[in-house]
């Protein structure tokens, strides 16, 4: 029996449909906890307790001068670097952000986890109504979990910026970033 061009490309489309929900960026679920899987794959839309901004969201929320939390991992020196030669690896970020590298990894040792608490208590000045923004790289979970342990922890105006550096230098300048040498000594976070 000979199958039409317009029954077999229905039949493609309805193959092509049930895999989509599964993969697409703006069907993921938002787990219960922290995320414990790979740090980059498809996020959530949402995160409970917090506000999600795009670039025109934290355009208009600057002037308040909330922190701004930079929790791309470092870069790691690759095996085999020689060692008669500089490691000087850069990251760009949002001008003014505190990079925290690693502080959205999943789990973090206790020591980590009030580690990061306690530094995010000294940049708000102890004040939990402060906004405080997290963000990472795009479709990246370090950003959510931060997001989430600020809620957890009480913060009333926490915000998740899911675009991350990416998504602010489409439109606006980055600026070269140091790892908060606090935020390393007190977390046992390696620089890397």
Request: glycine residues 10%; negative net charge.
């Amino acid at each position: 029996m000979r199958i039409t061009r317009t029954a077999a490309v229905f039949a493609l489309g309805l193959m092509l449909g049930g895999a989509g929900p599964a993969d697409s960026p703006v069907n993921v679920p938002e787990p219960e906890g922290l995320y414990t899987g790979p740090t980059h794959g498809y996020t959530p839309a949402t995160l409970k307790g917090a506000t999600v901004l795009d670039l025109k969201g934290l355009e208009a929320l600057l002037p308040e001068k909330p922190v701004l939390l930079d929790v791309v991992l470092a870069d790691r020196k690759p095996a085999g670097f020689p060692a008669n030669r500089p490691w000087l690896p850069t990251h760009r970020s949002l001008p003014d952000a505190i990079w925290l590298p690693g502080a959205g990894e999943v789990p973090l040792a206790p020591a980590q986890e009030e580690a990061f608490l306690a530094r995010v208590a000294a940049l708000t000045g102890g004040d939990k109504a402060r906004p405080v923004v997290t963000f990472c790289r795009p479709e990246c979970w370090g950003s959510w979990n931060a997001g989430k342990r600020l809620v957890a922890a009480g913060y009333s105006r926490a915000y998740w910026f899911p675009l991350g550096v990416e998504g602010w230098q489409d439109d606006h300048d980055t600026a070269a970033v140091k790892p908060d040498p606090q935020w390393v000594a007190a977390s046992g976070t390696p620089e890397r």
